[in-house]
């Protein structure tokens, strides 16, 4: 029997180690420059040719092909993609989940809208592995799966938010706050997965205990942090050492964000999921 876990290119997550994974990719246009959003693509490249373009980029999700595609040939499916309140994404992953059961009736797919984005689909994705390689069985896995999408959360900080803004995600509102050099908004996923501003900040110690306070209020207590940046090590390293500092043991890994991320967080950004306590 062949499982696959599967996820769409804004997790960041372009191979697993230990079981079948796919990844669909979004698509980053750039004036006459299409970017698919893999393991491969160049970010800074793409940055730069971003930072260069005069006219308004924007991306594209997967469609349904795309994410057949992704399905491969396994038996048994656990997608999860980013929210559907900032992209198709989802509604794509759902037809062709539709399209996959009749296709391979005797398939099983279990699919979630994480309504967050980057690290905190890469935890979802963990504990899903976790249970496959246990050998747990599909209806638990995905029980908790859902079970322990409730206590993950997902905080960012943003030095422009004009990508964001331009394609229509954010406010222009608030994201003038960003455009204020030396400002940058800390903010959460919303439980519907839109973005929330909490905080702005000057300065990268402010921004640091802002998160630090964030993450105790949604009841970080030492468990797992994954840190996803956009080529600003500097910033994740500060972080994992706030952490460390009360939870020397603490499980935190940090990665670059993936060509999506990298794009809308825009350099100098970082996202950040955790485990708490439990969404309200
Ligand atoms: O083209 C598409 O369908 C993709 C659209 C993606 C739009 C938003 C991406 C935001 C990425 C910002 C910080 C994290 C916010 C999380 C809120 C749920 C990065």
């Known amino acids: 029997m062949k499982i696959r876990i599967v996820s769409d290119s804004a997790s960041n997550i372009f191979e697993m180690e230990g079981v079948e994974y796919g990844c669909a990719s979004l698509k980053i246009v750039i004036g006459d420059q299409t970017f698919t959003d893999d393991k491969e693509l160049d970010r800074m490249v793409m940055l730069e040719e971003m930072k260069a373009y005069k006219g308004t980029s924007r991306t594209s999700c997967p469609n349904v092909a795309d ?3 992704a399905f491969g ?3 048994v499916i656990y997608c999860v ?7 198709g994404t989802y509604n794509a992953a759902a037809l062709a989940k539709e399209q996959y059961l009749e296709e391979h009736p005797d398939a099983k797919i279990y699919l979630l809208d994480s ?11 963990e504990r899903i592995r976790e249970d496959i390689l246990c050998g747990v069985s599909f209806e638990q896995t995905a029980k908790d799966a859902d079970a322990y999408s409730k206590r993950t959360h997902l905080l960012f900080s943003l030095e422009s938010m004009d990508n964001l803004a331009k394609n229509g995600r954010v406010s222009p509102l608030v994201a003038k706050a ?10 959460k996923a919303s439980n519907e997965g839109t973005l929330q501003s909490l905080h702005k900040c000057r300065g990268e110690k402010k921004t640091l205990i802002k998160y630090y306070e964030e993450m105790k209020n ?14 600003n090590e500097e910033l994740a390293d500060g972080l ?12 935190v890994e940090k990665l670059l964000c993936g060509g999506l991320c990298c ?8 996202i950040v999921g955790y485990e708490g306590k439990e969404k309200e």
């Open 67 to 69: 994410w057949m595609e």
């Open 73 to 75: 040939d396994a038996d």
């Open 81 to 87: 993609t980013m929210t559907s309140n900032l992209s």
């Open 115 to 125: 309504l967050s984005i980057g690290p905190e689909v890469q935890l979802i994705m």
């Open 178 to 187: 960003a455009g204020i050099l030396g400002v940058r908004v800390v903010g």
């Open 218 to 231: 949604h009841g970080y207590e030492g468990g797992k942090v994954r840190i996803s940046h956009v080529f």
């Open 240 to 251: 994992e050492k706030l952490i460390r500092q009360e939870y020397p043991d603490a499980e």
């Open 263 to 270: 794009f809308y967080a825009e350099k100098g950004g970082m």
